[in-house]
Nanobody
Framework: QVQLVESGGGLVQAGGSLRLSCAAP????????MAWFRQAPGKERECVAH????????YYADSVKGRFLMSREKTGTTVHLQMDSLQSEDTAVYYC????????????WGQGVQVSVSS
């Protein structure tokens, strides 16, 4: 089943930029938060950014703070992750996730996109 559809990603040299996008193919109701996770080979999945749908400060992991920016569209359920000054350590599969009301946690997930940074 397709839950969230991710696009973007690819191969970039260190210092370059990429922009990931994630959208729900169908209408969603009661959005609580959306987040971006990543998983590098041999490592645990980690949250790099999450955004509360009601507003407020967006969370960023220390490792990406100042380099990554998460944003949302004014309508629908679509978010982006602008990644600047990419480093080889950012190489991972990136997943977006959605938490809606009535669920205990993130209940919709994207398929994952590969981000590879060459040094």
């Amino acid at each position: 089943q397709v839950q969230l559809v991710e696009s973007g990603g690819g191969l970039v040299q260190a210092g370059g930029s990429l922009r990931l996008s994630c959208a729900a193919p169908r209408r969603t109701i009661g959005n609580v938060a959306m987040a971006w996770f990543r998983q590098a080979p041999g490592k645990e999945r980690e949250c790099v950014a999450h955004l509360r749908w009601s507003g407020g400060s967006t969370y960023y992991a220390d490792s990406v703070k100042g380099r990554f920016l998460m944003s949302r569209e004014k309508t629908g359920t679509t978010v982006h992750l602008q990644m600047d000054s990419l480093q080889s350590e950012d190489t991972a599969v990136y997943y977006c996730a959605l938490h809606t009301q009535g669920a205990s946690g993130y209940n919709y997930w994207g398929q994952g996109v590969q981000v590879s940074v060459s040094s």
